[in-house]
């Protein structure tokens, strides 16, 4: 069976498309060192490593 060339038009597909848009990230606020960071993401303050709120890497270990 012959198909249409073209289901829908390029006007519709993008108009379609365009309610389509990336979300602001969710950012948060440390509350023991006060830095602002995107959630669930590590996160450096100073030379030092943390996520979750826990020291992951100190800086001085990183170094080595």
């Known amino acids: 069976m ?6 829908f038009s ?8 365009s ?4 979300g602001v990230p969710t950012l ?3 509350p023991g060192t006060g830095e602002i960071h995107l ?3 590590a996160y450096k303050v100073g030379e030092d490593l ?4 826990k020291l992951v890497v100190s800086g ?3 170094v080595e």
């Open 2 to 7: 012959p198909n249409p060339k073209r289901r």
């Open 50 to 53: 943390y996520y979750n709120g």
């Open 39 to 41: 959630r669930h993401r």
């Open 28 to 30: 948060s606020k440390d």
């Open 10 to 17: 390029k006007m519709r597909t993008a108009s379609r498309r």
């Open 19 to 22: 309610t389509k848009v990336a």
């Open 60 to 62: 001085s270990e990183a």
